[in-house]
């Protein structure tokens, strides 16, 4: 009897030490109250199937992947709600000066979004991003909805295309991009 006793017991703190581990996490993260899901990041959940393994032989959680939209992607992390689920994206950026997210960083957390509606959840009310020193919260609208949508087909129809013209004025981009040194437009 007394055995029992100190199992359960064991069994308690054990489970203390894992919740406590799981709110530091969300805190260190800023991830909203909610049960995480998902993430991306090295604490693998499980809870969309089972986990794979990279290429180090860590587990990681497997891409969600739409097959209606032809997408797939990675969310750092997905935090179920009363207000539904949340993608939560990670930058280790600072927020941009102007104060606004990147538009690659906004279409990047929209495809997120996308892909929790389609697979998860038919409501979506947006999701975070979260820069170094600030959080930025992003309303999924039908329009930027849409503007993603126009986004992924521009994408697909590039990726058809003979020529593909840059899309930016960004030196910092060109200097880092893997296709500069066969790229006609290049600015660096």
Known sequence: MIWLLVACLICMALAAVIYGAARRVAAQTGLPEGKLIYSDTGFVTGKLGPATTDEYGRK???????????????PDYLVETGDGIIPVEVKSARMPASGQPYDSHLLQLAAYCLLVEDLLDPEVN???IRYRDAEVKVAYTPQLRIVLLDVIEDMRAARLADEVHRSHDERGRCEACRMREVCDEALV
């Open 60 to 74: 990681v959680e497997r891409p969600l992947v739409s097959e209606r939209f032809g997408l797939i992607g990675r």
């Open 126 to 128: 947006g999701g975070i």
